[in-house]
């Protein structure tokens, strides 16, 4: 199994947001419309850095330990975490599934829903033949079938 590669120094921070979090504040929208423009994002205001989401995910799947590249994408944010205090002032609605409960979930959605192994490798991503997972990708069976 192939260590998750991650880029930069690994602390480029991210407010990871599950979408059933999403999902509420997108009906909570629906079923309040504004009176003029709005907008709101959705998130958990929790920074999680790179480093520690691929930490996370490899060991809830028995990976190595990640390893720190140094490699980066041109024009890439280096932290991005939302203010979640509008959206529950304005529509009441708290994006509340923390990443390790998030992850979990999504992962257990792509194995019951066939797009995944319990035992799959972990993978730097090229966004060509992989599936992106919470910044990361994993090799899925129909992708290591082509």
């Known amino acids: 199994m192939s260590p998750i590669d991650v880029y930069e120094d690994g602390l480029i921070g991210r407010d990871f947001v599950y979408i059933d979090d999403v999902a509420a504040a997108c009906l909570a929208a629906l079923a309040k419309p504004p009176t003029e423009t709005r907008m709101l994002d959705v998130g958990t205001g929790t920074a999680v850095t790179i480093l520690d989401a691929a930490r996370a995910i490899a060991e ?55 797009f995944a ?3 799959f490798e972990i993978l730097c991503c090229d966004f060509s033949n992989e599936v992106m997972y919470m910044g990361v990708c994993i090799s899925t069976q129909a992708n290591r079938e082509q």
């Open 60 to 114: 809830m799947h028995g990976a190595p330990e990640p390893i720190v590249s140094g490699k980066y994408r041109a024009g890439d944010v280096r932290w991005a975490v939302c203010d979640p205090q509008p959206l529950e002032r304005e529509l009441g609605v708290i994006a509340a599934t923390d990443f390790a409960a998030g992850s979990a979930l999504v992962a257990d959605w792509l194995i019951q829903n066939g």
């Open 117 to 119: 192994e319990r035992t």
